[in-house]
């Protein structure tokens, strides 16, 4: 075993854990999960059968991730965030075929206590403000907020909000790291130093 594991984890026999993840306090992972390398699983995360998480992602405490969830390398997932996969439950009808895929693309941050409704997909670097409720696919870049979540602005790669409008033609550079970032329409994309 190439992976960290507290004694009081469970990781069913089958489960793939990468080398250098690290799996905590009262974790649970069932036997079909595939998990990436430097994953780290908080106190109290459960993965299950049909998940695939990619390299150095985060799962935050109190995390579930569901079957049908797909999330790409480097996603956090804030503490107590929520993912669902059955779009209209009830306990008195089985749905179990009627699962959900949902993704979420590289570096794309869920913060503390959001909701994911399923079937969406997440764009890469996007970020989900707290509390949030999000019901339908996200742009990468795109910061939202709210109930039910809706846009205000772009964010960076490396987490810094953009001076971009919503919509239009403009540039802007983060701060932080220097990289320029182009919008065209509602369509933004970091400028490779090539261009």
């Known amino acids: 075993m190439d992976y960290y594991l ?10 793939r854990i ?20 430097e994953v780290s699983l908080g106190q109290n995360v459960f993965v299950g059968n049909k998940v ?38 009830r306990s008195l009808i089985e749905r179990k075929d009627e699962y959900r895929d949902t993704v979420v693309r590289r570096g794309a941050t869920l913060g503390a206590n959001c909701t994911i409704i399923c079937g969406i997909t997440i764009g890469e670097f996007a970020f989900i403000g707290a509390g949030a409720v999000v019901n339908r696919d996200v742009p990468a870049y795109a910061l939202m907020v709210g109930v039910p979540a809706r846009q205000v602005g772009w ?33 933004l994309r970091r400028q490779e130093a090539a261009e």
């Open 6 to 15: 507290h004694p009081s984890a469970i990781v069913d026999e089958g489960a």
């Open 18 to 37: 990468g080398a250098g993840s690290r799996v905590w306090h009262f974790v649970h992972v069932c036997a079909g999960a595939h998990i990436g390398r």
């Open 52 to 89: 695939v998480i990619g390299d150095r992602c985060k799962i935050q405490n109190n995390v579930s991730v569901y079957d049908n969830v797909t999330l790409e390398e480097g996603v956090f997932c804030g503490p107590s965030m929520v993912f669902t996969n059955v779009y209209n439950p």
């Open 155 to 187: 964010m960076s790669e490396f987490g810094e909000r953009l001076k971009l409008p919503l919509e239009g033609h403009a540039e802007d550079v983060c701060a932080h790291s220097g990289a320029r970032y182009v919008l065209d329409g509602r369509t």
